[in-house]
């Protein structure tokens, strides 16, 4: 069942070219008011929102219109509609993150990323669905129910930043806050048809964002295009004193080398995948097609030997397991009730976990990185990996069978992107084709600690030559 997309205002634009018009004669007020007014009529197909500020997004942009006629000078983001995963707090306003835990939580603070995101002109037009407390790749939540991919509702729209994915890829805003703490971004993105970066850790600040594991956590961005999200995350880019994990030492512009064509210097490692790899042969066909698409676009190919992420994978999800449950550790003794049971039983297992068991995945994590540089990214500038495993599974395949059985289906899902967080790299997903179910599905390149620039620019050029990321629903 495909949702109907005709209304969305943002089917055609991607958010650059739309903040271009809007420095012209183009009002912020009319298209905040267009794309309100279609999230508005996507209801109930589409519950990738869980909260409008129709109000106040209106008289952002009317300010705007009113600041421009003045003779202000426009942000790089001025009148563009964004929303935002609902974990991203803003002093006042309701942030439930995806949970009965925090129903009704008003925070008195607000991120750091949505103040730079509003300096810089962008409109805020609410909160999106999101997996309670970001803990699941599908889109999972016992709570809101799951998400719905904007190309067929019996779908899943991936996890933990399901809504993101879901409004962007369905058009009703032009990009969207997330987290990626095990692929929470990546997957959505490509599940959706979108593109996603995760940066490395502790590259953005994540002050004012409700933690799930402090050692894993990233602010992301989901938006149509590799130069939207340059343009977004060069905005939020810079030091926080607010946030003293934020390793950031100076504002950074990720968009402007992105024109810069590619040429045989630009090498792009691609793994020798063996018959026994976890991925599907059609999602198996995509990423070579990606890389015959970056060799035609001009770049050097170069075969590697296949890393293994099930151990990487496995030393994050301890990661993951004691820092949430050190979190939650006091709702879980006092409410555990108001968790939904496949969230309490994950957080719970974090309680089990040794300290020494712990402290030893941080204690190799950085020989982990060091080796893995070392071996599957020496000479290249990225190495490209599918994101997701196999097709957009339909919900009711992730839901069928017992706990243990749906928890199993997760970590599946989730193989090409958990073990990334535990190196702490960079990564950006791509939207690369379309499998046999008639959904999309994408790609990841994965690079050097702080080059997310380098992975931009090969996102752009690979856009360049290729129009997945702009094909549409109902389109």
């Known amino acids: 069942?495909?949702?109907?997309?005709?209304?969305?205002?943002?089917?055609?634009?991607?958010?650059?070219?739309?903040?271009?018009?809007?420095?012209?004669?183009?009002?912020?007020?009319?298209?905040?008011?267009?794309?309100l007014e279609a999230i508005e009529a996507s209801a109930p197909g589409f519950n990738g929102f869980v909260r409008t500020r129709t109000e106040k997004a209106l008289d952002q942009a009317r300010s705007l219109d009113r600041r421009k006629s003045g003779g202000a000078r426009c942000g790089p983001l001025h009148g563009v509609p964004l929303a935002h995963k609902d974990m991203f707090f803003q002093a006042g306003e309701l942030s439930e993150c995806g949970s009965r835990i925090l129903r009704g939580f008003r925070p008195d603070h607000t991120a750091t990323v949505l103040r730079r995101l509003e300096d810089a002109g962008a409109v805020n037009l609410g909160a999106l669905h999101m997996a309670e407390f970001a803990m699941s790749p599908t889109g999972f939540n016992a709570?809101?129910?799951?998400?719905?991919?904007?190309w067929s509702a019996d779908h899943v729209s991936g996890g933990s930043s399901s809504g993101s994915g879901a409004a962007v890829g369905g058009r009703f805003v032009f990009g969207a806050l997330g987290s990626d703490t095990g692929g929470s971004v990546r997957l959505p993105a490509a599940v959706c048809g979108v593109t996603g970066i995760k940066p490395t850790q502790h590259a953005v600040s994540t002050y004012g964002v409700m933690p799930l594991s402090p050692s894993l956590d990233c602010v992301g961005f989901l938006a149509q295009t590799a130069r939207d999200c340059a343009r977004l995350l060069s905005v939020v880019s810079g030091p926080d004193a607010r946030d003293p994990a934020c390793l950031a030492s100076r504002p950074r512009d990720y968009e402007?080398?992105?024109?810069?064509?590619?040429?045989?210097?630009?090498?792009?490692?691609?793994?020798?995948?063996?018959?026994?790899?976890?991925?599907?042969?059609?999602?198996?066909?995509?990423?070579?097609?990606?890389?015959?698409?970056?060799?035609?676009?001009?770049?050097?190919?170069?075969r590697v030997a296949l890393p293994d992420f099930a151990e990487a994978g496995a030393l994050g999800t301890l990661v993951l397991g004691v820092e949430a449950a050190s979190i939650h550790g006091e709702w879980l003794s006092k409410r555990p009730d108001d968790y939904g049971s496949q969230v309490r039983r994950r957080i719970q297992r974090g309680l089990l976990y040794p300290a020494t068991r712990y402290v030893d995945a941080l204690r190799l994590r950085a020989q982990y990185q060091a080796r893995?540089?070392?071996?599957?990214?020496?000479?290249?500038?990225?190495?490209?990996?599918?994101?997701?495993?196999?097709a957009v599974p339909t919900i009711q395949e992730t839901i069928t069978g017992s706990e243990g059985d749906i928890e199993a289906r997760f970590g599946n899902f989730s193989y090409w992107t958990r073990g990334i967080n535990y190196l702490g790299l960079p990564a950006l997903a791509l939207p690369a084709g379309f499998t046999s179910n008639g959904l999309p599905n994408g790609i990841q390149l994965v690079g050097r600690p702080f080059d997310e620039a380098a992975l931009l620019r090969l996102g752009h050029q690979f856009q360049q030559h290729t129009r997945w990321h702009s094909r549409r629903p109902g389109a």
């Open 143 to 150: 709570h809101l129910g799951h998400g719905k991919n904007p």
């Open 256 to 302: 402007s080398g992105v024109d810069r064509p590619l040429f045989a210097g630009d090498v792009i490692l691609v793994p020798k995948f063996p018959s026994d790899a976890p991925l599907s042969d059609e999602v198996r066909a995509l990423v070579e097609q990606a890389a015959e698409d970056f060799a035609k676009a001009g770049a050097e190919i170069r």
């Open 1 to 35: 069942m495909a949702i109907d997309m005709k209304a969305s205002p943002a089917r055609g634009a991607s958010l650059c070219e739309l903040a271009e018009s809007l420095q012209g004669d183009l009002s912020a007020q009319a298209v905040v008011g267009a794309c």
């Open 372 to 390: 893995f540089l070392s071996d599957y990214l020496e000479g290249g500038q990225a190495l490209l990996l599918p994101t997701l495993p196999c």
